[in-house]
């Protein structure tokens, strides 16, 4: 999966959506993707930063969306 695809299903998925509610001010921060043996990307981490509280989440693109704050 290309990144534009990656953030396209994070954007749409409901697990980003409710913590978007609730950090409206972070921003996107970060791509991150680990490849394979022909350098084309498996998993995508998406990152935002919130300057408030100094903190990065970061939203694995996989199969499921996960959240890791």
């Known amino acids: ?5 990656a953030y396209d299903e ?3 998925s409901g697990t980003f959506k409710e913590w978007q509610k609730k950090n409206s001010k972070s921003y ?3 791509f991150f ?3 394979d ?4 990307p498996l998993n995508w981490e998406i ?7 100094d903190l990065i989440t ?3 693109v996989n199969e499921q969306i996960a959240i890791n704050p």
């Open 1 to 5: 999966m290309e990144f534009n695809e």
């Open 10 to 12: 994070l954007k749409q």
């Open 28 to 30: 996107l921060a970060h």
């Open 33 to 35: 993707a680990q490849l």
């Open 37 to 40: 043996v022909q350098l084309m």
């Open 47 to 53: 990152g935002y930063y919130d300057a408030a509280k």
């Open 58 to 60: 970061t939203f694995a």
